[in-house]
Structures are given as C-alpha cells and as structure tokens.
C-alpha cells in the first residue's frame, strides 16, 4: 500500500536505526522509506530534508521533524495507544524542541569518502 513515505538520512547512524525500527514496527507495510541524499523531486526541500525527517503522504502533503514523528505515529497500530501523548507534546510544543534537541546532536558520517581528505560536497 505504501501510502506514507518518509526520507531518512542515509548518512546518520541513528536515522538509519530509527528507519530498522520502523520496519519491525510497520505490521501493515504502509510506510515506504527512502534516502533524502538522493532524492530528486521537487515537492520536498532537500535541505530541510537534511536537517529533519522529512515524510509525504498520498496526497502530496509534506511534514517535517517532529510532524512527520506525529504521522508515524499515527499510522502504527501497535503505537496508537502513544496517540494522545504526542497530540500533548505538538500542541504545547515539547514535541519539537525534543526533536530540534535531538536533531542538533545527530552526527553525520559522510559515507561517500573514499579518500583521506573528504570534504562534503
């Protein structure tokens, strides 16, 4: 069905621990992930994308941070009974700064280095 789409970064070790999580969680095989490092399309900003974890429904509607959290949330029976407490944490805003906190200290390993001296393109 894959009617939700979330682009992770292929490059951050807890993104890609978070996207394992996930699928062990997705029962109905409903979200579908996808590497924002080589996304291509127009719909979703790539640097935002970068910075948070940037997802798109069926309808083209684009979330980021701690939205997309929220979507996830809400499409994962077994976490359906956490519904209320993350509608809590968006309306009075903890929710994002929690993700703006952990997002900050994320660590970034540039996998595409191949030589001793690797910059970021």
């Known amino acids: ?25 997705d029962i ?5 992930q996808a590497d924002i ?6 719909v979703i900003s790539k640097e935002k994308g970068l910075t948070e974890l940037a997802s798109i429904n069926r309808q083209s509607r684009v979330y980021y941070g701690y939205d997309s959290i929220l979507q996830i949330v809400v499409r994962l029976p077994l976490l359906w009974v956490f519904v ?18 952990l997002a900050v200290k994320r660590q970034i390993i540039p996998l595409h280095c191949k030589e001793k001296d690797c910059r970021p393109n």
Do not use: Q
């Not at 069905?1 to 292929?10: L, P, R």
């Not at 109905?28 to 579908?32: K, L």
């Not at 490092?37 to 127009?42: D, E």
């Open 84 to 101: 209320p407490f993350f509608y809590i944490l968006k309306v009075s805003r903890l929710g994002h700064w929690a993700y703006k906190e």
């Open 28 to 32: 109905f095989n409903g979200i579908r």
């Open 37 to 42: 490092r080589t996304y291509k399309g127009t």
């Open 1 to 25: 069905m894959n009617s939700f789409i979330i682009y992770i970064d292929s490059w951050c070790p807890m993104c890609i621990r978070f996207g394992a999580w996930l699928k062990c969680l």
